[in-house]
């Protein structure tokens, strides 16, 4: 089993560790580990998030790289943090990564493939968050001062790359886009669209107020659901039969007022399929559905015919992932996916398409 690793990405401001604080806060038991690119005295998100006292989440789980730019300091910092954070008696569930609202994602993901990462983390996805009323006013951020304050203040960053460029390449980067800070925007639809014109075909763009989104939108399924029986369990658990159903599904709805609303914007269902003949003819095919039936994510398990391993799958928008995590055992051969998206997903076409 690979640990997963989130990249959220965004400018100053955006509402990123807004994000991640809901996120924690609706982690569900799940271990999630924190590294946070910091930055001298402007940062202070660290901070936040530590004294967040939330359970589960321990100071030692974040962990601050404040030695500049996580871009450009990959191998110095990011790599052994990332190692350190491996070599735990307890390894996180799941790693989140909060880049500098100035980081290229670009290097960093190239860190995952270096030989100490490629076999113990995979690369969930790249989160790019964006503050709606800044980029739909064509000014990036909510207070481009501030970014600029950033920028100096950072001696560790090496590329001096204008705003516009590197929120292109936040937006080219992204696998998922969250359009932040709804509430301060008329109508939000407009930009959704042009920023769905943006990114990479099938880049889900998702509107959110304070960065209020599921777990399972941000991060996927429970990666605890080792064995079929808990798998079973937690894809039924979340299984919405009807969109009112989730008042049992024992969340703490005093935490947090647009938790419900955020549950009502997205749905998933389960594919179960026959056995995979080819793994990469099977990742390329759902890439496609993906692509054709705007589909957030998508994941699960499945067996390839005369191999003895378990195929994980993984996909969030274009960003597919496949690889053998462990021998199948008493597992029924066959794939069962689930397949999570905004509400109004097409079930029955997508059902047909996956099988
Ligand atoms: N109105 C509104 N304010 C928001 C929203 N999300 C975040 N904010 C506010 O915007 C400011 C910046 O949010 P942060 O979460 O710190 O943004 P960030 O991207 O982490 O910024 P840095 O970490 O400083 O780069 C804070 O004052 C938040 O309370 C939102 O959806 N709506």
């Known amino acids: ?13 955006a509402g990123k560790t807004t994000l991640i604080r809901h996120l924690l ?11 946070v690119n910091e930055f001298g005295d402007l940062g202070v998100d660290g901070g936040i998030l530590k004294g967040c006292g939330i359970e589960n989440c321990s100071d030692d789980d974040v ?5 500049g730019c996580i871009c450009c300091t990959v191998a110095d ?17 799941h790693i ?20 100490g990462l490629k076999t113990r983390v995979t690369v969930d996805g790249v989160v790019t968050v964006l503050d709606g009323p800044a980029v739909e006013a064509g000014t990036f951020a909510a207070d481009t001062a501030a970014v600029d304050r950033q920028r100096a203040a950072d001696d560790g960053l090496d590329h001096e790359t204008p705003l516009s460029e ?6 080219a980067c992204a696998d998922m886009i969250v359009v932040n800070k709804t509430d301060l925007m008329a109508d939000a639809g407009p930009l959704v669209t042009r920023l ?4 990479r075909a099938g880049v889900q763009v998702v509107p959110a107020a304070h960065g209020a989104l599921p777990i399972e939108v941000l991060l996927g399924r429970a990666q605890g659901a080792e064995d079929d029986i808990s798998a079973r369990h937690e894809l039924h658990h979340h299984h919405h039969h009807h969109d009112d159903d989730h008042h049992d599904d024992g969340h703490d709805h005093d935490h947090d007022h647009d ?9 998933s269902f389960v594919v179960e399929t026959g056995e995979v003949s080819d793994p990469a003819a099977f990742a390329g095919r759902l890439s496609e559905v993906i692509r054709d039936h705007d589909i957030l994510r998508l994941k699960g398990f499945a067996s390839v015919a005369g191999k003895p391993m378990r195929l994980t799958v993984q996909a969030v928008g274009p960003r597919v992932d496949h690889y053998f995590d462990r021998p199948l055992g008493a597992d029924p051969r066959g794939a069962r996916l689930v397949v999570i998206g905004q509400a109004g997903l097409d079930r029955a076409a997508i059902t047909a398409a996956l099988t």
């Open 1 to 13: 089993m690979k640990i997963p690793a989130t990249i959220v990405t965004g400018f100053l401001g």
């Open 166 to 171: 590197l929120y292109a390449d936040q937006v």
């Open 77 to 93: 910092d990011f790599v052994p943090a990332m190692e350190a954070l491996l070599a735990r008696e307890t390894p996180p569930d």
């Open 196 to 199: 769905r014109g943006e990114a």
């Open 63 to 67: 962990v601050e790289l404040s030695n």
């Open 259 to 267: 938790h419900d609303h955020g549950h009502d914007a997205f749905e």
């Open 96 to 115: 989140v990564i909060e880049t500098s609202g100035l980081a290229l994602p670009q290097p960093l993901l190239r860190a995952f493939a270096w030989p």
């Open 25 to 35: 806060q609706n982690a569900e038991g799940r271990r999630i580990a924190l590294i």
